[in-house]
């Protein structure tokens, strides 16, 4: 039996958001990726909501949880006061507090939805051990072809959904299988990191890492329903700590 996930949304408020992170050194551009996790983390600690999308402050934060409401609502109301602010989770006189709702984990096998998400189409360089751009690979895989980026990022969705052979299996992997999926979005867009210090000290070094950002839209059919329900909750590809990877879910016959 899956472990029971919750969908939260709330609304953080621009101004403090920006001001929070400022304070901390923590905005590179637009991206509000670390912000926000960083944020989640100060609130929540180690029971950080993960996945999570923000799109816009109109639309505000989705994230998936394991608390249920009385343990998120324990949570909140511990929660650093900064933190809970700029996340829009206290209830005042400009925000209307955090939503959270039971989501479903029990799906059916052959289940049709639809659904959309936003991913670092990233892939690992064998020789180098370094980052690139899932298109830039298939580039080099096959010079003097004329790709697609979006035929080459569903490729890269449907692979990361499947099993991978010759690796051990992991709980959430075939849960699903990919029907198809277009590009909504794409960027190249530089996002923040922070990494342990090579000196072995507490300090963690800033980077900054330009990489494609898309959102991808589509339907997928649902193969094991037990670790469909895992691949929700742990979310697809890398970064998924830092606003990609969240698979938004809707009805197969309505718009992404």
Not at 83 to 92: E, I, M, N, V
Not at 114 to 122: L, Q, W
Not at 144 to 154: D, I, N, W
Request: hydrophobic share 45%; charged share 20%; proline share 8%.
């Amino acid at each position: 039996m899956s472990e029971p996930l919750f969908l939260l949304h709330c609304q953080p408020d621009p101004r403090l958001l920006a001001a929070w992170a400022a304070q901390r050194r923590l905005l590179v551009g637009a991206d509000l990726g670390y912000p926000l996790h960083a944020l989640l983390l100060a609130a929540f600690g180690e029971a950080a909501p993960q996945p999570f999308a923000y799109d816009d402050p109109a639309q505000g934060l989705l994230a998936y949880t394991r608390l249920a409401p009385p343990a998120l609502a324990q949570a909140v109301a511990l929660a650093d006061p900064a933190a809970a602010d700029a996340l829009g989770l206290s209830t005042g006189p400009h925000s209307a507090g955090y939503r959270v709702r039971a989501f479903p984990t029990q799906w059916q096998a052959g289940q049709v939805l639809g659904f959309t998400v936003r991913v670092r189409p990233i892939e690992r360089e064998a020789k180098k051990g370094c980052e690139r751009d899932a298109f830039i690979g298939a580039a080099l895989a096959a010079p003097g072809e004329t790709l697609c980026r979006q035929t080459v990022y569903a490729a890269w969705l449907a692979a990361q959904l499947a099993p991978r052979p010759g690796t051990e299996r992991q709980a959430w992997q075939g849960g699903a299988e990919l029907l198809d999926a277009g590009l909504n979005r794409f960027a190249l867009s530089p996002v923040l990191r922070r990494t342990q210090s090579s000196s072995g000290s507490t300090d963690r070094a800033s980077r900054t890492v330009t990489g494609p950002d898309a959102t991808l839209s589509g339907h997928l059919r649902v193969k094991e329903p037990v670790a469909f329900a895992a691949l929700l909750a742990r979310g697809v590809g890398r970064h998924r700590a830092f606003g990609f990877g969240m698979l938004r879910l809707h009805p197969a016959s309505s718009a992404g």
